[in-house]
């Protein structure tokens, strides 16, 4: 999967120099599958944080499972997982799209774009600030909200919904080896993985990474998303002490 965004990279740093001593309120993370499909969420920390959940589980519809949040800082990402099935251990598990290495237990892996992604940078800064984002950096899979419960401050509800797949262009369609269907709508860098789509080399800064004819089919549908590398920080929200963050897919 493709690096985190610049938004994620920052509030790293962040969380890094927020005192040892602090103390943070409990939280709840929970990730609900409204789709009309079995998903696999995955999840992944930020090199140096906490593993959660062992980094993947089983959620069949319309069913949804909470766990707590670290009680120190922390960073990292959610993504569904679709069109899996299992391998031949029950630890293997081989999806359609946000695959991690044919496992169903992530353990720190990223997946295999195309994922819509839930980021996340948890409890820094001296105001315990929450911060969460929509990134379709590295392409789209399903619909997905995030949203906060009873925090203070800057708390929107953020979300993609719009099935992308009904109406991604040809170039950049995924289609499942059986079938043929689309399962997935890929990012400009992983279509055609040039330095300028994938703000690599001298592209890498705010100044000559842009959006291109790709990312902008994805700001479309879904502004309040990143769609590309250093897309504008002024989607990045942060939340004062939410009690629960709540992420929905297919919704």
Not at 86 to 102: F, I, K, Q, Y
Request: glycine share 8%; aromatic share 8%.
């Amino acid at each position: 999967m493709a690096s985190f965004s610049l938004f994620l990279l920052t509030l790293s740093l962040l969380s890094l120099s927020a005192l040892s001593t602090a103390s943070y309120a409990p939280m709840t993370l929970t990730v609900v599958n409204n789709c009309p499909f079995t998903v696999w969420p995955a999840v992944q920390a930020n090199s140096g944080h906490d593993v959660l959940e062992g980094g993947g589980f089983e959620l069949r519809s319309l069913s949804h499972r909470s766990f707590a949040a670290p009680s120190k800082p922390w960073s990292g990402r959610i993504w569904a997982r679709t069109g899996c099935q299992p391998g031949n251990t029950p630890s293997s598990l081989h999806c359609a799209t946000g695959d991690c290495a044919g496992r169903l237990q992530c353990n720190g892996l990223g997946g295999a774009p195309p994922a819509s992604l839930a980021q996340f940078s948890l409890h820094h800064g001296d105001q315990d600030f929450s911060s969460y984002g929509v990134s379709l950096v590295d392409g789209f899979n399903v619909g997905l909200s995030v949203t906060p419960h009873e925090g203070r401050g800057q708390c929107p509800v953020l979300a993609c919904r719009t099935n992308l797949i009904a109406t991604c262009p040809d170039v950049l369609q995924v289609r499942a080896p059986a079938g043929n269907q689309v399962v997935g709508c890929k990012s400009g860098c992983a279509a055609f993985n040039t330095d300028e789509l994938c703000c690599r080399n001298k592209y890498n800064s705010p100044h000559t990474c842009r959006s291109s004819q790709y990312s902008e089919f994805f700001k479309r549908e879904c502004p309040q998303a990143f769609t590309f590398a250093h897309d504008s920080p002024s989607l990045t929200h942060q939340c004062t002490a939410p009690k629960e963050l709540k992420v929905i897919f297919c919704h």
